[in-house]
């Protein structure tokens, strides 16, 4: 299993938009450098929140991950403190989505923590077509879908790394330049956030929560995309499951060596389905906690929009961003969790359209049968006790979200 250092993680990144570039120049579909799952990994890596076994093994990143962590702790308790000093409704209501926010980063840079070897083992597990069922291939029809999923997992990185740099410049300028004041609303020992008293500790203090604001945001970027490779290499694994299926019904072989090569890829249906319950188990602390901060970060959002709209526009404007930017990250979530369940039951599809199955042996027709049985029971990426990320649960979320907000448009 590959188990990569510092060093080699920042050579991989050096060459992430020149292989991404190689890839996307193809004319006709050839082999992908390596899975876009890989970048991911390196760039957690690089930002200290990826102790697996060889990193932890160095006391330096070590020390390092856990002052990551106990810096983002740090700022959310001043966050909390600072709660009890909003003046109105709007300033508790921003005072909240940031609480909010900052407790969703913090869980899950500690579950990328505790999980970075079992990361490992799944990245290791999504390369199983290429190393154990067809190695060497040269399929145009796989080699499609996988420079596909490539180049969708690529560019989702880059536009998502561009926009996070954009909402981190619209966001934490703007109270600097318009108010004076910290990027969040914070409390710190010696009223050292009022620029008025101490304005040499507010610098240093605006300096370093800034830096760690950055940092903050590229980290929940990584780790959301963490999860959505995962989900998006779950997917392309089923529809190379689907194509292989299919072409069981072109080969013109005794049953004997039908039942050998349906053999080895019921043996991908296996793994596949054994890989969706490591994940699960993997990620569930951190599905949990992003339903509920999306559920909270939207409802939060839209509530203060429609309050600051009369009142203060500048506010009812960043607010409309911060609910954007939780509109997406769900999507983002919802939508690939959707691509899993969908093509998860293409596979009972897939077993059924093996050309004249119906004529084999009654072991292999037997043998078949229980495919298309079992694939029609959905794979699900599921926060439990909560819900599975897919359209359903998103559009639960909303309508959730819309029955909060009408109780509390009411009671006001």
């Not at 909390?80 to 508790?92: C, D, G, H, R, W």
């Not at 040269?138 to 969708?152: I, M």
């Not at 359209?353 to 794979?379: C, E, M, N």
Request: hydrophobic letters at 50%.
């Amino acid at each position: 299993m590959v188990d990569s250092g510092y060093q080699s993680n920042l050579s991989l990144m050096r060459k992430f938009l020149d292989e991404f570039r190689s890839v996307l120049k193809q004319e006709t579909p050839g082999p992908i450098p390596r899975l876009a799952f890989n970048y991911v990994r390196a760039c957690l890596s690089l930002l200290c929140l990826y102790p697996n076994r060889k990193l932890a093994s160095l006391s330096l990143y070590r020390w390092l991950n856990w002052f990551i962590m106990c810096n983002v702790m740090n700022a959310f308790v001043t966050m909390v403190l600072a709660l009890p000093e909003s003046k109105n409704v709007i300033e508790m209501g921003d005072d909240m989505v940031w609480i909010s926010g900052m407790g969703l980063i913090f869980t899950k840079m500690f579950y990328m923590h505790l999980r970075c070897d079992k990361i490992d083992e799944l990245v290791w597990d999504f390369d199983y077509y290429n190393r154990e069922l067809r190695p060497n291939h040269n399929d145009e029809e796989v080699l499609g879908w996988q420079r596909l999923c490539y180049l969708v997992e690529s560019g989702l990185y880059i536009n998502c790394f561009c926009l996070v740099n954009f909402f981190s410049a619209a966001v934490f300028l703007q109270p600097l330049i318009i108010e004076g004041k910290l990027p969040f609303h914070s409390i710190w020992p010696f009223q050292w956030h009022r620029i008025d008293l101490h304005p040499h500790m507010f610098w240093s203090l605006y300096l370093w929560l800034s830096v760690t604001s950055q940092h903050n945001l590229m980290s929940i970027l990584m780790v959301d995309m963490c999860g959505i490779s995962t989900f998006m290499q779950t997917a392309l694994n089923l529809k190379l499951l689907c194509i292989e299926l299919r072409k069981l019904g072109e080969m013109r072989v005794s049953d004997a060596r039908f039942r050998e090569e349906f053999y080895r890829v019921v043996r991908f249906h296996q793994h596949i389905i054994k890989v969706v319950e490591k994940a699960n188990r993997a990620f569930n602390g951190a599905f949990n906690a992003q339903l509920m901060a999306s559920f909270a970060l939207i409802s939060i959002s839209t509530f203060e929009t429609m309050v600051a709209a009369a009142v203060d526009p500048k506010m009812a404007a960043k607010f409309v961003l911060l609910m954007v930017v939780a509109f997406t990250q769900l999507s983002l979530w919802c939508i690939s969790g959707t691509l899993v369940y969908t093509q998860s039951l293409e596979v009972a599809q897939a077993a059924f359209d093996i050309t004249d199955w119906h004529t084999k042996a009654p072991a292999i027709q037997r043998d078949i049968s229980f495919v298309i049985l079992r694939a029609q029971k959905p794979l699900m990426y599921v926060a439990e006790p909560f819900l599975p990320f897919t359209l359903g649960t998103y559009m639960l979320v909303l309508k959730n979200c819309y029955r909060l907000l009408a109780l509390m448009q009411e009671s006001m």
